[in-house]
């Protein structure tokens, strides 16, 4: 095997955080791909630049995605990267493992490919970094066979990912883990062959801390949330009282205002509290989310190629998360069937809302306007009025009329 | 050596299966969880049951030796159960307290870091970079490797207001939603690319190559048979590049780094955040970027000196003020801080009430 000196890189072994290129040489010992990838990237450091050519069409019989093309400009000088295809396995919900199965995907990966892995990539599939064309047919049958299938790219329902919900949160409003498996297998055709116009992301995070970060990566975030009261244990109330200082800590960054302490008593006007999450994560003995749990679903969030970055707007403020979650099936095809018909290629979800109007979009999948839905009514006194709107507003004025009563 | 029948369309394998008997009983009835040290925590079920958390730091791009590592040591103390953190953190799952204590000497002799928990500075979130990427402006994984070195105290003790959220992404396609960060390096391209108008004709098509920019910046060229680019328009994406390669927007001396702040995913007290530019540019200094690096140092001492307890650094900002957040960070404001693309009209002041 050649041997590079890599005296650029090198020096990112030194130091208290663990070093990538550390793993790179580790796999590169035994592993000619890995190898060449060292020298490669010490390369890019020495001329400030890279030298990968973008994708190209490659992957496995019957799919359309999953794999990444990636081949290198100067291949001859590193033949070990000409080809550096990645492969996208689908993670399991809340990325917990058994070592047996972690040890049985480097096996195959030592077989077929560089050793080189992201774990995770920021869609939530396992990365597996470089391999050569003609493996990529037998590392699906080595890793299909063994139960594990592969993610998603390209113009298609993109990985779905989660937090880690209820398998180690008391804060999960939903099964997280849950949805997200049943999500995944619900919609197998629309991972693995890309029919869309463009990217599609689900996640899901148990509650408001949102640790998946869904509000501003995913078409459809699915925050977990709930109503009713805040359920309080005043005895740990009064515990957490000798840790920190419940009315600067608490109540005065209590967003609503919503919340008094006497020293005695915790009191919480739970009519106020817009279930921000602050002072249950602070006092998660003391405070429990109220009763009634679910979901607000916001839709559109995306990163600023093309016109600006995209936080997801709320579009429904609550929804049931049950087993078999046909209500939540039902809407996402409706979602991505008025997509399908008003995107022009490559437009996310968020910017054909923003084209045609978010109207549009809420009647095609029946949800009514609700004030939830937005920060703030519009400024500008464009609007428009169909014949239906006037008819339904001069209706409410001849009933007003009949009752004596104004209906605003 | 026959291969194995391949299945398609089985999804993952079924997450239960790889759960540690004390999550799988208490699966959706935990009570509450205590963070013990920067590194590990205690969830506590309804049932009294514990699971302790270990968690380790990890560079995300690792070689299969260290995960067959990270599964000898789940072997020896977790029952073979471990996870993986949204952050890329390594997570050991200990539901005997006695293994506790030897796990965590085990890890510290081998050289595993732990911490990442609390009001600190976890794992950084990031892409591909030179060791993957075609679009590239820098290296993500140097840069975090760079930043980590530094910033490591606040991994493993030193404790902040809140935590400090950090995210590198290696150009302006932001894979990773690097743009709700608290603090965040976004490598940038810098001048109008080239077009090689001989290779043009045989491997880029003209209509794809247009539609392509989102400036329109970009028109025929009739008599070379290729495309020119308006440099009034164009703000350096490099989507251009992306789907013809003959146009080449890479620049070892001019591609580098700017800075954003003040973002923030959760709802906690105020509304999700988008981090906003605060330094335009800084060069590429591979291998550790210094003034990167120096810049970022910096942001976080002045907020961990100024903000409240549970301040995020977006909330503080929020508070004192974007000019104070300059005079106290002494950063200075430039052009480019200016909104001239989507958001001008949301972002400019409309009233006399600021501060000196
Ligand atoms: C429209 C803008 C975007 C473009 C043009 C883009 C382009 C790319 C390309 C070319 C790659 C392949 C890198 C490689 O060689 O491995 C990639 C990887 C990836 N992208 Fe994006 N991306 C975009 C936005 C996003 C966003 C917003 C996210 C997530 C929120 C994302 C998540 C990922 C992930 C998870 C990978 C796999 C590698 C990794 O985890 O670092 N991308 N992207
Ligand atoms: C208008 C033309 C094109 C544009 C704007 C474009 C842009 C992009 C973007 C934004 C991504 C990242 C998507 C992601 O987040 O993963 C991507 C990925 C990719 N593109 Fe293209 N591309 C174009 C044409 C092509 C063509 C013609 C090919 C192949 C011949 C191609 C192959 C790929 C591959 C293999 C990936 C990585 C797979 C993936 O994750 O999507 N692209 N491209
Ligand atoms: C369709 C849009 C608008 C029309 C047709 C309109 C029309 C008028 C008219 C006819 C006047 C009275 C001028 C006079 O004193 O003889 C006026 C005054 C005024 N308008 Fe508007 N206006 C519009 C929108 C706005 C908006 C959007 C604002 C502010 C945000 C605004 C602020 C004012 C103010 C401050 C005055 C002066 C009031 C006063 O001095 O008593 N107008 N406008
Ligand atoms: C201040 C609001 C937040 C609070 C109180 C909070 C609290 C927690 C807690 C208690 C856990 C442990 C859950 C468990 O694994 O048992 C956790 C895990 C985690 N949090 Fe947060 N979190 C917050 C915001 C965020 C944000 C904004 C992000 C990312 C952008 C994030 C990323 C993570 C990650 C990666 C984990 C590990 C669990 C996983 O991988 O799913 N958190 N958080
Ligand atoms: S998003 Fe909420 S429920 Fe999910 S792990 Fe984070 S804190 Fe827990
Ligand atoms: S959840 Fe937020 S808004 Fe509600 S009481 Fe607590 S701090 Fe106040
Ligand atoms: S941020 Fe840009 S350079 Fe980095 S992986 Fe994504 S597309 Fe590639
Ligand atoms: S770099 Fe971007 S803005 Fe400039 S011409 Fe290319 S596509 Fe258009």
């Known amino acids: 095997m050649k041997k590079y000196t890599t005296p650029l890189i090198d020096e990112l072994e030194k130091g208290p955080w663990p070093s990538f290129v550390t793993e790179m040489k580790k796999a590169g010992k035994h592993n000619e791909m890995a190898n060449d990838a060292v020298g490669h990237l010490e390369k890019c450091y020495r001329t400030k630049m890279g030298y990968w050519k973008h994708g190209g069409i490659v992957g496995v019989l019957g799919y359309g995605g999953g794999v990444i093309g990636r081949y290198s400009e100067i291949g001859d000088e590193f033949p070990g990267v000409a080809h550096f295809h990645t492969v996208r396995l689908n993670q399991p919900s809340g990325f917990f493992y058994t070592s047996k199965a972690l040890k049985e995907i480097c096996d195959i990966w030592d077989k077929y490919g560089s050793g080189l892995t992201n774990v995770h990539g920021s869609t939530g599939d396992l990365v597996l970094l470089g391999t050569k064309t003609d493996a990529l047919e037998t590392i699906f049958a080595e890793y299909s066979s063994r139960g594990w299938d592969l993610g998603s790219s390209g113009s298609a329902l993109r990985t779905p990912s989660c937090c880690v919900g209820q398998g180690r949160c008391e804060w999960a409003m939903y099964d997280t883990m849950g949805l997200t498996y049943a999500l995944t297998q619900e919609f197998q055709d629309e991972i693995h062959r890309p029919t869309f116009s463009y990217k599609f ?79 249950i994560s602070k006092m998660t003995k003391a405070l429990k989310p109220g009763k009634e749990r679910g979901a607000t679903i916001c839709i559109g969030s995306k990163a600023p190629i093309v016109v600006g970055s995209l936080l997801s707007w709320v579009i429904i403020p609550f929804i049931k998360i049950e087993e078999p979650y046909t209500e939540l099936k039902d809407l996402i095809r409706k979602i991505w069937d008025w997509w399908d018909e008003n995107a022009k290629p490559r437009e996310r979800i968020g910017e054909v809302i923003e084209m045609k109007g978010m109207r549009s979009f809420l009647e095609a999948i029946g949800v009514p306007p609700m004030p939830q839905q937005i920060r703030e009514p519009r400024k500008d006194p464009f609007m428009f009025y169909t014949e239906d709107d006037i008819a339904s507003y001069k209706a409410k004025e001849a009933e007003e009329k009949k009752t004596g009563k104004y209906k605003f | 050596m026959a291969l194995p029948q391949r299945r398609t369309d089985i999804g993952p394998p079924h997450f239960e299966q790889f759960l540690p008997p004390v999550i799988k009983k ?81 890890l510290t002799a081998r050289g595993f870091k732990m911490g990442g928990i609390g009001y600190g500075i976890t794992n950084v979130v990031h892409t591909q970079g030179w060791v993957h990427c075609h679009s590239a402006a820098t290296d993500a994984s140097g840069l975090v490797k760079a930043m980590m070195d530094e910033l490591y105290d606040y991994f493993e003790s030193k404790r902040l207001p809140n935590k400090v959220r950090l995210a590198v992404a290696c150009c302006v396609n932001m894979c990773g939603a690097v743009h709700c960060s608290d603090i965040a390096v976004v490598a940038v391209h810098t001048k109008v690319p080239v077009v090689n108008h001989a290779n043009f004709k045989n491997m880029c098509e003209l209509p794809t190559v247009i539609g392509a920019c989102p400036t329109r910046a970009i028109s025929p060229d009739p008599a070379n048979k290729s495309v020119k680019i308006n440099a009034d328009k164009c703000m350096y994406c490099g989507n251009c590049f992306t789907v013809c390669p003959p146009i080449s927007i890479k620049d070892p001396e001019r591609d580098g780094v700017a800075i954003v702040v003040g973002g923030k995913i959760n709802s906690l007290r105020s509304n999700p955040k988008f981090s906003k530019l605060v330094i335009p540019y800084i060069s590429n200094e591979p291998p550790r970027w210094p003034k990167a690096v120096a810049a970022i140092k910096h942001i976080v001492e002045v907020y961990a000196a100024n903000a409240r307890k549970h301040e995020r650094l977006g909330e503080w900002i929020e508070r004192i003020g974007w000019e104070r957040f300059f005079s106290l960070t002494g950063i200075d404001f430039t052009f480019q801080s200016i909104d001239d693309f989507t958001f001008m009209r949301d972002t400019m002041r409309t009233a006399s009430t600021f501060k000196w």
């Open chain 1, 201 to 279: 992301k689900i996640k899901s995070s148990g509650c408001a801390c949102d640790c998946v970060a869904s509000i501003a990566r995913a078409d459809m975030s699915i925050i977990g949330t709930w109503k009713g009261d805040i359920q309080i244990d005043q005895a740990e109330v009064k515990n957490y009282s000798s840790k920190m200082d419940i009315k600067a800590e608490i109540i005065d960054m209590c967003p609503t205002q919503c919340m008094s302490y006497d020293g005695k008593e915790l009191k919480i006007n739970n009519a106020e509290c817009n279930r921000c999450m602050h002072c």
């Open chain 2, 26 to 106: 208490n699966y959706g009835k935990w009570k509450y969880h205590e963070v013990l040290t920067p590194g590990t925590m205690v969830h506590v079920a309804e049932s009294g049951d514990k699971l302790w958390t270990v968690r380790v730091a990890s560079p995300r791009l690792m070689s299969t030796d260290t995960i067959r590592e990270h599964c000898d040591i789940a072997e020896k103390y977790c029952g073979g159960y471990l996870r993986y953190t949204t952050r890329n953190n390594a997570e050991f799952l200990v539901s005997d307290e006695k293994q506790l204590e030897p796990l965590k000497k085990d």
